[in-house]
């Protein structure tokens, strides 16, 4: 019984560090794909406040 509990308690803590893993991943990813598009935004003739607009507009669609 107490093998089956270890197992089980093993699982969940793996399981629950691999989520908050792949959240800060996926955050990070996503920060810099906003940099990237905010940048190319800019380079494309739009204002630094224009460019942020569209981009959280972007984003929040997803």
Known sequence: MKTIL???V?????RQLYIN???RTNLRKEAQLKARLQQFLEQNDFSKTDSKKHSNTIFRSN
Do not use: A, N
Not at 10 to 14: A, S
């Open 10 to 14: 093993g699982f969940w803590l793996g």
């Open 21 to 23: 893993y792949d959240k």
């Open 6 to 8: 270890t197992l089980g």
